[in-house]
T-cell receptor, first 112, second 111 residues
Framework: SQTIHQWPATLVQPVGSPLSLECTVEGTSNPNLYWYRQAAGRGLQLLFY??????ISSEVPQNLSASRPQDRQFILSSKKLLLSDSGFYLC???????????FGPGTRLTVT | TQLLEQSPQFLSIQEGENLTVYCNSSSVFSSLQWYRQEPGEGPVLLVTVVTGGEVKKLKRLTFQFGDARKDSSLHITAAQPGDTGLYLCAGATGTASKLTFGTGTRLQVTL
């Protein structure tokens, strides 16, 4: 069966510090991978998605970036965090149509 | 830009009551999914509907896809406290490798 891991689970970082969140998927190959951000009690904002190694599509222009160095690894990064980067970050994977998505446990990021 | 509007945004009911959540768009989707999310966790897929007019039942939950594939509804019969959570609909188009998520409906079921 497939499993998806995210770490860390929680993170508190000062403004201006760098960020690296990691997501890995097990039990499947060549998945579509996604990064979302969720404000408290709200819907999901798609940040990046990838349909293959080195292929990254950005949905929202901001100071975040994503990379996919391996087939089942997806990394979300920032060089300098802003207060507005605080939120709940979710990684998900899917196969192709109908693109049913399976989410990781999330990372709670607080920028202070 | 495709938008999925959910209503109501928040619903507080007592155990045993029935409820319906709506998901509406002006866009046509090739499929539509419903997820439930509990606080501090990732959303969990409940169901996928792909055919206009399709109805799927999952125990006390009934999902319907509109005939024109622009809208969907989720009906819960005899709600229980375990149904509490954030319900999200999400639509897929045939050309993009991504979903459009709805604005979410927060359901609270009390004893």
């Amino acid at each position: 069966s497939q499993t998806i891991h995210q770490w860390p689970a929680t993170l508190v970082q000062p403004v201006g510090s760098p960020l690296s969140l990691e997501c890995t998927v097990e039990g499947t190959s060549n998945p579509n991978l996604y990064w979302y951000r969720q404000a408290a009690g709200r819907g999901l904002q798609l940040l990046f998605y990838s349909v293959g190694i080195g292929q990254i599509s950005s949905e929202v222009p901001q100071n975040l970036s994503a990379s996919r160095p391996q087939d089942r690894q997806f990394i979300l990064s920032s060089k300098k965090l802003l207060l507005s980067d605080s939120g709940f970050y979710l990684c998900a994977w899917s196969w192709n149509s109908p693109y049913e998505q399976y989410f990781g446990p999330g990372t709670r990021l607080t920028v202070t | 830009t495709q938008l999925l509007e959910q209503s109501p945004q928040f619903l507080s009911i007592q155990e045993g009551e029935n409820l319906t959540v709506y998901c509406n768009s002006s866009s046509v989707f090739s499929s539509l999914q419903w997820y439930r999310q509990e606080p501090g966790e990732g959303p969990v897929l409940l169901v996928t509907v792909v055919t206009g007019g399709e109805v799927k039942k999952l125990k006390r939950l009934t999902f319907q896809f509109g005939d024109a594939r622009k809208d969907s509804s989720l009906h819960i019969t005899a709600a229980q406290p375990g149904d509490t959570g954030l319900y999200l609909c999400a639509g897929a188009t045939g050309t993009a490798s991504k979903l459009t998520f709805g604005t979410g409906t927060r359901l609270q079921v009390t004893l």
